[in-house]
């Protein structure tokens, strides 16, 4: 226990010194209702909102981080509906039954993203991979009970600047982003992937959705 500790205080550290800047996340709630409906063509007032695509479903965190990932790092305009009802076009009515029920898949994303032109690649990160990057990513976080999809803006002063599609633009403790973070990300570029970010391939992992029930 003792080890786990300063480990987690050791990364805390190396991520303060280094001073970091790429992504977004935090966990989410098991209920049916995380955020009210809303008009997602309505601008926020508010810069807590500003560029991201709101989650309106339960099942929903992950088409609105990856509009909310398009927005931010490719200019795109595009909202958390356009994603989710494209995903869903292509999905068996059972496929579409199972995720409302529990949620969209890193696959899902993968190939949404892929069939733009994206490259897109759902990998388990090193906690100091996101330094090499210097860009936003997925992340997918977990608090033990549940699971949520947000996007990792960047990691300064100690906090981790989370752009969440249920709680808006956040900043929380590294320590507790640690906690939550097991690594699982998904990666959106241009151009083909750079090498040497995955410890391992998340293989059948990215099939799971990402609430669980």
């Known amino acids: 226990m003792a080890g786990k500790k300063a480990i987690t205080a050791g990364l805390i550290l190396y991520f303060i010194m280094l001073g970091w800047s790429p992504g977004g996340g935090l966990h989410a709630s098991a209920e049916k209702r995380l955020v009210p ?9 508010d810069s807590r909102w500003e560029l991201i695509a709101r989650q309106e479903f339960d099942y929903s965190c992950g088409a609105a981080a990856l509009a909310t990932l398009l927005r931010l790092q490719f200019k795109e305009s595009v909202t958390e509906n356009l994603v989710l009802n494209e995903i869903m076009r292509g999905l068996s009515k059972k496929q579409i039954a199972d995720r409302r029920k529990h949620g969209l898949s890193l696959l899902d994303l993968k190939k949404y993203s892929r069939g733009k032109g994206y490259s897109a690649v759902a990998l388990i990160l090193d906690v100091s991979a996101p330094l090499k990057l210097g860009m936003p990513i997925i992340v997918l976080l977990d608090n ?15 906090k981790a600047s989370l752009a969440d599609p249920a709680r808006g633009n956040i900043q929380i403790p590294i320590k507790l982003f640690l906690q939550e973070w097991r690594g699982v990300a998904l990666v959106l570029e241009r151009e083909s992937p750079r090498r040497g970010l995955a410890d391992k391939p998340l293989s059948g992992f990215e099939k799971q959705a990402p609430i669980r029930r």
Do not use: D, E, W, Y
């Open 37 to 45: 409906r809303h008009s997602q063509n309505k601008p926020a007032l």
């Open 144 to 158: 033990g009970m549940s699971q949520h999809f947000a996007v990792l803006k960047c990691i300064q002063k100690g």
